[in-house]
């Protein structure tokens, strides 16, 4: 399973950093995406990033956040910056191909 942390609240304008942890064979066996479901809408993919760190952003996503991937950590974040009240949802992290069940997520709520 993959593990998604670093959610909370963030006011309009801020940042945070996510983080998708699991065990470095998850973690390179397949791409890597940051999805976000907010309430009364369906999960949708983020970002991306494959084995080989090439990245995928969804539009909106594009020009704000950062995937990454940290081999050495076995982690893949998430750097969202210039967040706005339409980001909040609840963010998961899965292998794009081959995916794992769903994991808890972590909650971002951006609100002044």
């Known amino acids: 399973q993959l593990q998604a942390s670093g959610g909370g609240l963030v006011q309009p304008g801020g940042s945070l950093r996510l983080s998708c942890t699991s065990s470095?064979?998850?973690?390179?066996?397949?791409?890597i995406g940051w999805y976000r479901q907010a309430p009364g809408k369906q999960r949708e993919l983020v970002a991306q990033?494959?084995?080989?760190?090439?990245?995928t952003y969804s539009d909106y996503a594009r020009a704000r956040f950062t995937i990454s991937r940290d081999r050495v950590r076995g982690t893949v974040y998430l750097q969202m910056t210039g967040l706005k009240p339409e980001d909040t949802a609840v963010y998961y992290c899965?292998?794009?191909?081959?995916?794992?069940?769903w994991g808890q997520g972590t909650q971002v709520t951006v609100s002044s």
């Open positions: 470095r064979s998850i973690l390179s066996s397949d791409i």
């Open positions: 899965n292998r794009v191909n081959m995916r794992a069940p």
């Open positions: 990033i494959t084995v080989g760190g090439s990245t």
